[in-house]
T-cell receptor
Framework: SAVISQKPSRDICQRGTSLTIQCQVDSQVTMMFWYRQQPGQSLTLIATANQGSEATYESGFVIDKFPISRPNLTFSTLTVSNMSPEDSSIYLC???????????FGPGTRLTVL | DAKTTQPNSMESNEEEPVHLPCNHSTISGTDYIHWYRQLPSQGPEYVIHGLTSNVNNRMASLAIAEDRKSSTLILHRATLRDAAVYYCILRGLQGAQKLVFGQGTRLTINP
């Protein structure tokens, strides 16, 4: 299993600023993912952040807007850059310890951009 | 990514069984069928997964059609705590291993 914590749990930011979200896992995992969940919507995958390689971004998401760091097997950060109100969402970190099994999700970071 | 189709919403009564359907006609031979649920104001949580055979765990059962083009998540005795959005997702062993969420089924449980 894996227990994930995220910081901050929520934040209110001004447009044009950036916020870095931290994800800490209680065990070493290779595969890590960042998702966004806009109000009333399902989860959308932003990127896959495997340790030792560059993050792989999904269509519609770019590194300049959502830079990701993955310095080791238990930690990652996602930065939301030059924020606009459209970036108001819940951002979730997720890990996959076993290729076949259960994927674990963090509690999310609720971001509001004014 | 192989696509799944689920009803937008379903409703059931407390202490009754619930059968949540999922169609995945384009499933490939190496795709696992995963079910996750998201309770209000929480991140998704794993429910169950399978490949070909029916699966049971403490939370639910997964019935997989013989041709694997559909599956059904079965909650044997629903409680109010089972009210959530249920997602049926295919994930293969090849490539990126990512979970791609559709819109899911919003399950309402009536007391």
């Amino acid at each position: 299993s894996a227990v994930i914590s995220q910081k901050p749990s929520r934040d209110i930011c001004q447009r044009g600023t950036s916020l870095t979200i931290q994800c800490q896992v209680d065990s070493q995992v290779t595969m890590m993912f960042w998702y966004r969940q806009q109000p009333g919507q399902s989860l959308t995958l932003i990127a896959t952040a495997n340790q030792g390689s560059e993050a792989t971004y999904e269509s519609g998401f770019v590194i300049d807007k959502f830079p990701i760091s993955r310095p080791n097997l238990t930690f990652s950060t996602l930065t939301v850059s030059n924020m606009s109100p459209e970036d108001s969402s819940i951002y979730l970190c997720s890990v996959l310890p076993d290729r076949v099994g259960e994927q674990f999700f963090g509690p999310g970071t609720r971001l509001t951009v004014l | 990514d192989a696509k799944t189709t689920q009803p937008n919403s379903m409703e059931s009564n407390e202490e009754e069984p619930v059968h949540l359907p999922c169609n995945h006609s384009t499933i490939s031979g190496t795709d696992y069928i995963h079910w996750y649920r998201q309770l209000p104001s929480q991140g998704p949580e794993y429910v169950i997964h399978g490949l070909t055979s029916n699966v049971n765990n403490r939370m639910a059962s997964l019935a997989i059609a013989e041709d694997r083009k559909s599956s059904t998540l079965i909650l044997h005795r629903a409680t109010l705590r089972d009210a959530a959005v249920y997602y049926c997702i295919l994930r293969g062993l090849q490539g990126a291993q990512k979970l791609v969420f559709g819109q899911g089924t919003r399950l309402t449980i009536n007391p």
